[in-house]
């Protein structure tokens, strides 16, 4: 499975973007789609997930402000951020969970930095 993600970039606060992310290859139909980030010098983090059923979650952090949906006919998933704060910095990455298998495929992730 590969995983090609993009849609990040320089946004002022309060500012919006909405990267996606596109898989393709062997596709479970049972599998989990998520978004991870990571700022400098800190651990990668959970950001949000969903399920090929349409169930998903958030962290505490984003919670109000980003939404994450998907296109399983594209095999696409995105990231609806909105009021972005400069602490939502950091690189993005989304990921494809196998659950068969329980195997993840990352991708290479996408920059998003919130600045004036």
């Known amino acids: 499975v590969q995983l090609q993600a993009s849609g990040g970039g320089l946004v002022q606060p309060g500012g919006s973007l909405r990267p996606s992310c596109s898989a393709s290859?062997?596709?479970?139909?049972?599998?989990?789609m998520a978004w991870y980030r990571q700022a400098p010098g800190k651990q990668r983090e959970l950001v949000c997930e969903i399920t090929n059923t349409g169930s998903s979650a958030c962290a505490d952090s984003v919670k109000g402000r980003f939404t994450i949906s998907r296109d399983n006919a594209k095999n696409t998933v995105y990231l609806q951020m909105n009021s972005l704060k400069p602490e939502d910095t950091a690189v993005y990455f989304c990921?494809?969970?196998?659950?068969?298998?329980?195997?993840?495929?990352w991708g290479r992730g996408t920059l998003v930095t919130v600045s004036s």
């Open positions: 290859g062997s596709i479970s139909r049972i599998n989990i």
């Open positions: 990921s494809y969970r196998n659950l068969s298998t329980q195997y993840t495929y």
